[in-house]
Structure formats: C-alpha cells, structure tokens
C-alpha cells in the first residue's frame, strides 16, 4: 500500500496549519514527522486519519482518492499523545473494540486480541479496566487497538510524550520491532530529534505547517536541504551566525576573521549564514585554526556528566554542549572555538550550500 | 476534640429537630397534639398512617406525584443528553447565548408559568393529568440537565470521540455502548436533581391538576381548610412525604458526592 499526500494545504481561521504538503508513504515502512510544537504534525495526521478535510490538494491510497472518504470508512488506526482508551470497557474490550465492530468471528476476535496482548506484554491485564493500569500499559493498550485492526496507516502522534523517562526508553526500544513485524504503513510524530534518529526510518521535518524535507532520518541529519530543517533537527538548537565572504576569509561581526579552508574555499564570495551544534562549539583551543566565539556566559547548566554553556555575543546566544563539569559564573568572558569542518553554509534564501563531510563515528549523535 | 464533637451535635440535633416533631406529630392522636407539650407519643397510634393508605383519595396523591415527577425525570434527561453534547462539543453561532438563555428559564418564578400554562392545557385537553405538570415541569428541568451533563460532558476528552470513529464506530452506537456509560455519573445526578425540583414542586403541580391527577402536597395544602385542623394526619402525610426523597439520597450518594467531585453540581 502507498499513500500518497497531493498538495495538501489547510487553514483554520485564517491560521495556515498545514502549506501545500506532497509525500509518497511506501508500504511498510517508518516515517517520523519531526518539528516543534505548533509547526503542523497533528494537523497533517489528523489530515491523513481523514478527520479533517484538506481545503486543496488529494490523498490517494494505492492509486485510489480517498480525499472525501470519512474516517470510519478508511483503515486508519490513530495513537495520541494522551491515553485513549475506553473507561468502562475492560482491556480485552479495549483491544477488541474496532474488532467487535467490523463484527468479525468470535474465535477471530480471540486470538489476534491475544496475539497483540503477548506483543505488547498486556496479557496478565485483559480483565483490568483502563484506570487500573500504569501510563505505559494504558499506552500499550491503545497501541494494542492500533495493531489488531491491522490498519494502515497507524497514526501515532507523540505517543510517548506522556509516559516517564524509564518508560519511554522501554518503549521506545519495542516500537520498531513492533512496527517492523506488522508491515503497515506507521506515521510517528514527535518534537525530538533524538527520537527520530533512534527510531531510524524516513524524517519529514515540519516547520510553520510545511514539510521542508523528506528523506531517510540520517541523511537529514547530516545533510539538511535548508536551514529550517537544520533547525527542525537540532536539540539543543543550532548555532548561527552570519558571516560575509570576501576572499579567502569570512569577516564575523564581532570576531575575528576565519580563514575559509577545506570545503569553505570552495564556496562563492557573498553572505553566508554559518551553523554549528552545540557539541561542536569546544572550550579548549585546538591546534588547527578554528571559528572564535569570545563572548560572557549568561547560563550554565550542569546536567550529570555534561554542562549546557550559553554563550552571549553581541546580542546572540550560542549554545555549548561539552562534557565534563565546567563551574562558571554568569557574566564570566569565555571563548568558544569550532572547528571549521563542522559548520554548515546557507545561502541568504536559506539553502544549504555546504555541509560538514560525515566524518566517521563523531558526526551523528 | 469534645469540643468540635459538641457543635456537631447539636448541629444535627438543630436539623433533625422539626423532623423528629414531625414523625412525634404523626403517631399522636389529635387530642394530644393540641393538649400540654408532651416529648413523645403518649397515646401512640397508628391511625393517621391507616387512614393514608386504605383512603385512595389520600394514597393516589403520592401515585400522581411519583407519576409525573418519573416521566419529568425521563423526559428531561432524555432530551438534555444530545442538547448538552452538542454545546459541548460544536461551536456553532449564539451557541454561548443559547446555554445561557436556557438558564434564564431557571430564573424566573415558577408563578410566571402557572397562568400560561393552565390556560394552554385547558385548551388542548391536557389540564388534570400527569402529563400536564410533568410538561410543565420540563421548562426548569432540562436547562438544569443540560448545564449539568454539559460539564459531565466537556471532562471527557474529544479524543474519545475521534477515536471511536476511527474505530468504526456509528454515532448513535458509539453514543449508546461507549459514551452513556462514560457519563453515567453525570446522568444520575441530573436525573437526581430532575427528580428533587419535581418532587417539592407545589405551585404548578397545584395549579394544573383539579381531581384526577391531584398530587399529595395539593392534597395537604387542601385539607388544612376542608376538614378543620387533622394535624396527626397532615403530619403522617409529611412524613411520607420525605420518605422516597430520602430513599432516592440513600441510592444516589455516591453518585452525587462524584458528581460534586467532576462534574458542575
């Protein structure tokens, strides 16, 4: 099955929630959905449920228009970020219910409600009623009503953003095995990039209502087609700054010059605006020429083994991730450095023009 | 301690105190009622309670009332159910000015009605049956339903809703099998306040009905000047009175102390 999305825009009340969207799900296979709050992924899920109508644009499965048809006619199954399930049913009704509905046998009903308890690890549970369970068991039960439809597309929005850290983890590590031994089409949305690049798979990243790209999740990663998807995928968020080339050189408002070697040679005279992330802005001085960042700490965080740094200069914030424990005061004058091989390069519309070389092991993370 | 227990004692006592002369009243006889103050019974009878339910001009008052508060009860849920959904869960235009004009109806004076109404019913043949005051009593109960299972309603989320349609789900077998057991706190505590307002309700129930449909508090109003001062009678009526209130409370509390937890009561 193949789900196609055909310039698909919505609006509500003059507020654009989702901007002339094309993409083609193939069969079996993970797509996250990946972009801030607000920046449009349960609008295009509950476009692709069919709970909302588009205002232009089709949705097709396998070549048929589905745009009209409404949600209980589609095989759509949907998880949301809340627990959904029914109060006064028990965990098997649960589980049975879209089941009881298509009225399929008894004996049918039985063993797939069964199959789906033993994969999400819900069995001791089928006489208990929804109030009676953990947040992740609830989840897995509506994951559970999910599956035994054998829906396609399942629609999962944040599903994991309810539970607790340990839970989430537990989870986390199940949901692609799970995904891969149904073969359906899953649709996943989530704010985090970690979370995406974990689950593997295809990325849309959403930003303001419109996918800016669509691709597999490490290549979006590494190679972003444009700032917004830089940004989209970044936590914590990506470091720009603009710099002007002339030359061989990148003048810095602010800093001093940085030579444009390696890749950076290769790039045209004009603006640019310069990325990096955060675990790449370093606080010891490397031997190779680097981006200086001199600047006065405004936060510092100490998260265990890793310190969050935020860099003030000249009106912008940078964001250091480094390891280890780094004690400073606020308003302490402290330089940063970056390697020149990290940094991204847009062009003033917003392209990306170059991106750091995967260097092997370090590049993703 | 023995402080706080000695306000709550004598705070139950204060509330208990016309009831307990109330029931005093009705198992004395007359003669004792107005002779010298006299703590309980000393002639003690029965005589009151026989007369109530051998004599069916006495006991066909409570099966009037407990007629037409049954049907009010069922009327004004039944026709709150969908109008609260909708105002919980549409927007639509003067949706917000709807709601609160059906609460206006919960405002004015049960005596602005009693004249419209009694000249209504005679007019179409409905004046002196149950049907007329549990009609009339349906203009105060379903705005109470309605704003009370709105609330129920909005505390369950939308998402359920959905959820079930994504499911398959047909509204009204979602609406049956999914959403009524959901809110069925909800729908006890309307129902409970249906059946309270309908029960203590004199002036409409008095006015609308004449001889066949005479509910028991029009019959005690009227028997005060009909046959002189039957004080031990009127009393064993008022106890009876309050019985299926209380017993309706005994069934409902649980149901209403949720109902105070969740819900707009």
Known sequence: ??????????????????????????????????????????????????????????LSVDGRDVTGVSVGRRNVAMVYQQFINYPTLSVFENIASPLRVARLDRSEIDSRVRDA??????????????????????????????????????LMDEPLANLDYKLREELREELPKIFASSGAIFVYA?????????????????????????????????DPFDLATAEVFSDPPLNTLTAEKRGSAFAIQGAPDLAAAGSL???????????????????????????????????????????????AMHGHNFVALTQGIHRLEIGEALTGYVDPAHLFAFDPSGRCVMAPASVQGGAVA | MRGSRFVLVSYIVFLLLPIYWLVNMSLKTNTEITGPLTLFPHELTFDNYIKIFTDSSWYMG???????????TVISVTLALPAAYAFSRYRFVGDKHLFFWLLTNRMAPAAVFALP????????????????????????????????????????????????????????????KIFIPLIGNGIGVAAFFCFMFSWVELLLARTLT????????????????????????????????????????????NYIAKGFALGRV
């Not at chain 1, 009623?129 to 054998?150: D, E, H, N």
């Not at chain 2, 409570?62 to 009010?72: D, L, P």
């Open chain 2, 62 to 72: 409570y099966v009037h009332a407990v007629q037409y508060v049954v049907i009010n």
């Open chain 1, 1 to 58: 099955m193949t789900l196609v999305l055909d310039a698909i825009s919505r609006s509500v009340a003059g507020e654009v929630h989702s901007s002339n969207i094309s993409l083609t799900l193939e069969r079996g296979t993970l797509n996250v959905l990946l972009g801030p709050t607000l920046s449009g992924k349960t609008s295009l899920m509950r476009l692709m449920a069919g709970l909302d109508k588009p205002d232009s644009g089709h």
């Open chain 2, 117 to 176: 109404f009694f000249n209504l019913y005679q007019a179409v043949g409905l004046f002196d049956t149950v049907w007329a005051v549990a009609l009339a009593h349906c203009l105060f109960n379903v705005p109470l339903a309605v704003w009370i299972l709105e609330g129920f309603i909005s505390g369950v989320p939308h998402e359920i809703d959905e959820t079930a349609q994504i499911d398959g789900y047909s509204f009204p077998h979602y609406f049956v």
């Open chain 1, 190 to 222: 989530t704010t985090e990039p970690s979370e995406a690049l974990l689950l593997g798979g295809n990325t849309a990243t959403l930003s303001e209502g419109r996918v800016t790209q669509f691709g597999p999740t490490p290549h979006l990663y590494r």
């Open chain 2, 210 to 253: 004449a001889v066949e449909a005479k509910p028991i508090s029009a019959i005690m109003t009227r028997t005060v000047s009909a046959a002189g001062m039957d004080w031990g009678l009127l009393a064993a009526a008022g106890v009876l009175t309050i019985v299926p209130g209380a017993i309706v409370i005994y069934f409902v509390r």
């Open chain 1, 265 to 311: 040679a290769r790039l045209g005279d004009g603006r640019y605006t310069l990325g990096f992330r955060a675990h790449h802005l370093e606080l010891t001085k490397p031997v190779a020429p680097a981006l200086e960042i001199a600047g006065t700490v405004s936060v510092s965080e100490i998260t265990g083994s890793e310190s969050f740094i935020h860099l």
């Open chain 1, 117 to 154: 308890a033993r994969l999400l690890r819900l069995e001791p549970m089928l006489d208990r009623t929804p109030a009676q369970l953990s947040g992740g068991q609830q989840q897995r039960t509506t994951i559970a009503r999910a599956l035994v439809k054998r829906a396609d597309p399942v």
